[in-house]
Structure formats: C-alpha cells, structure tokens
C-alpha cells in the first residue's frame, strides 16, 4: 500500500490518520494504540476528513457506521 499521511493536527483521541488512494482504505490509529481500517472511503471523504477541523467529530459523524471497517 502507498500511504499518504495526513499533515500534522491536535487531537484528544486520534494519533494518526492515514489514507491508501489505490485500495480505499482509511487507516485511524487512536492515541490508545488502536488502529482501524475503514474500507472503501471515497477520496474526497478522506480529503475532508483531513481538511476537518475536528478530526474526532467528522469520524463520528461521517465514518464510524458508514464505512466497513477491522481493527488492526
């Protein structure tokens, strides 16, 4: 997989978030230790997802359910 990171950002519960353009996949590693795959994300909701102001709040909003996901 080629793994695009997203920029640095503050959050109180997400360490990392990372998005494979070719396979669709997001990957969300919480500051826990956690890791997450959520499966087939459209492009433009991972760039919105980078662009959010609070990454907690758009993945509750708009991932968590939404999207297939397995933990790491």
Same mark, same amino acid.
């Given at each position: ?7 640095? &950002? %503050?959050?109180? $519960? /997400?360490? %990392?978030?990372? =998005?494979?353009? #070719?396979?669709?996949?997001?990957? +969300?590693? &919480?500051? $826990? !230790? !956690?890791? =997450?795959?959520? =499966?087939?994300?459209?492009?433009? +909701?991972?760039?919105? &997802? %980078? $662009? #959010? #102001?609070?990454? !907690?709040? =758009?993945?509750? #909003?708009? /991932?968590? !359910? ?7």
């Amino acid at each position: 997989m080629a793994w695009h990171t997203y920029s640095q &950002f %503050e959050s109180s $519960n /997400i360490r %990392e978030i990372r =998005y494979d353009d #070719a396979t669709c996949t997001l990957e +969300v590693t &919480f500051n $826990n !230790g !956690g890791v =997450y795959h959520y =499966y087939d994300v459209p492009h433009h +909701v991972s760039h919105d &997802f %980078e $662009n #959010a #102001a609070s990454k !907690g709040q =758009y993945l509750a #909003a708009h /991932i968590k !359910g939404a999207y297939r996901y397995s933990k790491v």
